[in-house]
């Protein structure tokens, strides 16, 4: 055998004799939260009558999920399906978590009992109803500000990759930066940044973020809107001072009503004394006139 025959003897070996990893499909999926997660591991004549489910999140120790095989009862959420025909060992996740997203294996016992052979892996995405937020520093700080920094923030989207796109009106923008993550249950979220000049606000532009999470939907944060008022320094003394000049003219008004009522009292009861006098001498005098009317004459 020539050298050329040996060697593509030798590169033929691995289709010929597969390697000891079991090909799962799909590699990848994204399920709503609250669907049904399907795998499936392709173990062919390598493996026994049972395979093994497990999950790991960020890079974490494997995690045992469900056992498939034939006459294994469903167990909660997590079931599986056996194909005879195909050597087909498929994991069923019903009402999907967010907790659920990870990178499943599959692994089996090999045929003749000597060691464990692995899947390459299907990676779960979850999504569920994204939000959008725009966040700004509070008043107080921004009072102080010359350049106003905004966070666009997505949460729950199906992808880093999704751009996200300010509406800025007339606002002038300054430094934008985009950033990606992915949670703890393997949740995107997507931040972009953006710093505007203060002295824009003073016209109360809108600021918007968006983004186009999929085909039918298109998430539109609150609008942010500040109007930095100018300066009234004259406005609080005129206030003040009208209020006390108009606390001063009442007190006058009513110093001035109280001694008019004194004075109208004190002259009521004058005219009434003086009244009372000459009633009382005119009595007197009628007294006095009849008596020396009705007094008999002692010479007669």
């Known amino acids: 055998m020539g050298l050329f025959t040996l060697g593509a003897f030798f590169h033929l070996i691995p289709v010929i004799f597969p390697q000891d990893v079991f090909q799962q499909t799909p590699a990848e999926q994204t399920v709503s939260v609250g669907g049904i997660f399907k795998v499936h591991c392709h173990t062919g004549w390598l493996a026994s009558a049972a395979v093994y489910w497990y999950k790991q999140q960020h890079r974490e120790h494997l995690q045992f999920v469900h056992i498939v095989r034939k006459h294994i009862p469903a167990d909660g ?14 994991l069923v996740i019903k009402e999907v978590q967010r907790n659920d997203s990870g990178v499943y294996y599959c692994a089996a016992r090999k045929s003749n009992g000597m060691s464990f052979i692995f899947g390459n892996g299907s990676k779960l995405l979850t999504t569920g109803p994204a939000a959008i937020f725009l966040l700004a520093p509070p008043l107080a700080d921004i009072l102080s500000m010359e350049t106003i920094p905004l966070m666009c923030l997505v949460n729950g989207a199906s992808s880093i990759k999704l751009p996200v796109r300010w509406n800025l009106a007339t606002w002038e923008t300054q430094t934008w ?12 979220n997507i931040g972009s940044q953006l710093t505007v000049s203060a002295d824009t606000c003073t016209n109360g532009a809108l600021c918007t973020c968006s983004v186009q999470t999929n085909a039918s939907e298109h998430l539109i944060s609150e609008p942010f809107s500040y109007q930095r008022e100018p300066p009234q320094p004259h406005c609080l003394p005129l206030i003040y001072g009208g209020s006390l000049l108009l606390i001063l003219l009442l007190v006058v008004l009513t110093i001035l009503a109280g001694w008019s009522c004194r004075i109208w009292h004190s002259g009521n009861s004058s005219s009434n004394q003086t009244f009372s006098n000459w009633e009382k001498r005119e009595r007197d005098k ?14 007669l």
């Open 77 to 90: 959420r997590f079931s599986g399906i056996v194909d005879d025909a195909s050597a087909i060992y498929t």
């Open 286 to 299: 009628e007294t006095l006139y009849a008596h020396l009317a009705f007094t008999p004459d002692p010479t």
């Open 177 to 188: 930066s985009h950033s990606g993550t992915i949670d703890s249950d393997g949740v995107y």
